[in-house]
């Protein structure tokens, strides 16, 4: 599989750049009348819901990059809301540089170049570190081996095991390491005290045996002599993590080396190493870690800010489906071990979440939204039956085991170099095509889905070949009609200039799309994808020239929400019903109605729809509910 990174057509952008630069605009004037005034929380409010709707329109032209650092910020702005973030001044300071970034990366997708989200990881990783989240280089994008031979200490000393005199050298060295920390922290005089942590941890190279503790001191050592040099910025994150080496020296004293080395979570070293291969050079130990873990080819081949961005090569891919997919084993084994035991035991599920949820950020590192978004939903799923919050039934396990599999089936096809189904039609199953409750035909595939015969492999590669196709046809749409608008023609002279004869074919691809529909008994996308073909056979070559900016906008909104939705479907999301609600919203501002027939609920009422202004914030996105108390909050403010 390619990720979207490569070769993504982000023409949908175009449409809805000029609204998204204007709520980005919003969001930091929101957070500068914040900072210079923090008693008005209404204004914080404000920014982290214009960050909430930028959000969903990214995900809606599916730029999932910056939709997901969209995604980070808001979570950071509802946090200094709750007021769990404890370095606020940093945190004021970093959702400002993203925000500033958040228009750069997208004027570069915007320009041509592929959409990459780890070259958002540093930024993305403070932000995280800021909110007490994983860090995002703990995915199983950057996997580094971790069992890399330690080379033997300079010096050795030697103490008994049980030896007194050697929990007074610890605690020595530890209080040593918490002087160097204050002194870098304050910048009072942050050369000595990146000088003192680095004697530290070389004389606790000396004193301590066990490979697996000393690989951590080696690392240690290698980061702080890039911040020494001056090669490495020090960023929240990589204060965070030398915070963390010293509550493992905490851990050394109390429980001895032994019980340190079995505590050890790869996952510190993994964001070590990573910051480590950040570095510009550092020094002769930095450049022994780079080559020994190998660590110049697992970093993206260009910076975002050096102009093209690369993406993770084949190898690089089939390294990470092949990690992965272990992480996947692990979470089937945990399941089916819950569901053979009898009585249940929910410890049994205790890990499963952060496995998925740490599967879902590799996804998010590599574009995948489909796939983040389905590894999201299984990991709450499970989370809320392992808290007692849900009382499971077999069909639940059987659904959650399901979305599994299709993950597993997209990542051999990753491995193999082949374009996943998951970015062109989702997971590639349909099994639950239709909405609750929707009527199907004896002969539809809706009524195949309700009698069950959703293992057969062969009715699986139908439900995939027709959503495929589906895809092809709104994906072609969406290109003809943006054509047309670039270059508008009466209905006279259709197939002069650019775009004419594309855009000749639209009609047809609708009724194709239609029909798509229909078979798989959906029928009030049907009748939304009818009021589209309406709208373009009496409005668009009809000869009243081109539509007036808002008319542009709404049709983007409904052809990028139909495609969405299609996906949704796949996917057996379960906010289908309330993306077809934005489409037939975009269809009413249009002037045209899908009916709302059919099996499949009916269209909501008309609603007005404002401008987002400071004071009253619209929400404009469809794909992820803002709920009620978030949306009430900058009016009430």
Not at 60 to 69: N, P, S
Not at 234 to 243: N, Y
Not at 322 to 337: G, I, M, Y
């Amino acid at each position: 599989m390619m990720p979207r990174n490569e070769g993504m057509d982000h023409s949908a952008l175009n449409w809805v750049k000029k609204e998204l630069d204007e709520t980005i605009r919003q969001a930091r004037l929101a957070l500068e009348a914040f900072v210079e005034n923090t008693s008005d929380a209404s204004q914080l409010q404000f920014c982290a819901t214009y960050l909430h709707q930028a959000r969903g329109t990214l995900q809606m032209v599916e730029v999932d990059g910056a939709a997901l650092l969209a995604e980070e910020l808001e979570g950071l702005g509802r946090a200094l809301l709750d007021e769990t973030v404890e370095r606020r001044g940093e945190a004021y300071e970093v959702l400002m540089r993203g925000i500033l970034q958040l228009p750069d990366y997208l004027d570069h997708v915007q320009a041509g170049h592929p959409d990459v989200p780890i070259v958002l990881l540093p930024l993305l990783n403070d932000v995280r570190a800021l909110r007490g989240e994983p860090l995002l280089s703990e995915s199983a994008l950057f996997n580094p081996d971790l069992t890399v031979p330690v080379p033997p200490p300079r010096e050795r000393e030697a103490f008994a095991r049980d030896s007194g005199e050697l929990h007074r050298l610890l605690c020595r060295l530890r209080h040593d390491l918490q002087l160097g920390l204050l002194g870098w922290y304050r910048g009072s005089d942050p050369e000595d005290g990146l000088d003192r942590i680095l004697a530290v941890i070389e004389h606790l190279d000396q004193v301590t045996q066990l490979e697996p503790v000393r690989r951590l001191w080696w690392v240690s050592a290698g980061l702080v002599e890039a911040l020494r040099a001056g090669a490495l910025d020090a960023s929240v994150s990589v204060k965070l993590l030398l915070g963390q080496v010293d509550r493992r020296i905490k851990r050394l004293i109390d429980d001895g080396e032994a019980g340190l080395a079995a505590e050890l979570s790869p996952d510190l070293l993994r964001n070590l190493l990573y910051y480590v291969a950040r570095a510009a050079d550092g020094g002769e130990r930095v450049r022994a870690l780079k080559d020994a873990f190998e660590l110049e080819r697992l970093l993206p081949r260009e910076a975002f800010a050096g102009g093209g961005i690369m993406g993770p090569g084949i190898d690089s891919l089939r390294a990470v489906s092949e990690a992965v997919k272990e992480d996947l084993t692990a979470v089937k084994d945990s399941l089916d071990l819950y569901v053979r035991s009898a009585p249940r035991d929910p410890e049994d599920l205790a890990r499963v979440p952060e496995i998925l949820r740490r599967v879902a950020d590799t996804f998010g590192m590599l574009a995948l939204g489909s796939l983040r978004r389905i590894a999201q939903e299984q990991a709450d799923r499970v989370q809320a039956i392992a808290e007692g919050d849900v009382d499971p039934g077999d069909e639940e396990f059987t659904e959650i085991a399901e979305a599994i599999l299709l993950v597993e089936a997209s990542l051999d096809q990753m491995a193999s170099g082949a374009e996943a189904p998951d970015e062109d039609v989702g997971d590639g199953a349909g099994e639950e095509a239709g909405a609750p409750g929707a009527e199907a035909g004896a002969g539809s595939a809706q009524s195949h889905v309700n009698q069950g015969r959703v293992s057969d492999p062969e009715f699986r590669l139908l439900m995939l070949a027709m959503a495929r196709e589906a895809a092809e046809d709104i994906a072609r749409v969406k290109a003809a009609v943006l054509a047309y608008l670039q270059a508008p023609r009466t209905d006279a002279d259709a197939d002069a200039g650019p775009g004419g004869e594309a855009f000749a074919e639209v009609p047809r691809l609708l009724a194709e799309l239609k029909g798509s529909f229909q078979i798989l008994d959906l029928s009030r996308a049907a009748g939304s994808v009818q009021a589209l073909a309406d709208y373009v056979s009496t409005r668009l070559t009809g000869g009243e020239g081109t539509p007036e900016t808002t008319d542009q906008e709404a049709l983007a909104e409904v052809i990028a929400g139909i495609e969405y939705y299609l996906e949704a479907v796949v996917e057996r999301r379960r906010d289908r019903e309330a993306i077809l609600d934005r489409v037939e919203d975009g269809l009413r501002r249009l002037g045209v109605s899908s009916g709302g027939g059919g099996g499949e609920a009916g269209p909501m009422p008309a609603t007005e729809v404002d401008s987002p202004t400071p004071e009253e914030p619209a929400d404009v996105q469809s794909t992820t509910d803002l709920q009620p108390a978030e949306a009430a909050a900058p009016a009430a403010a």
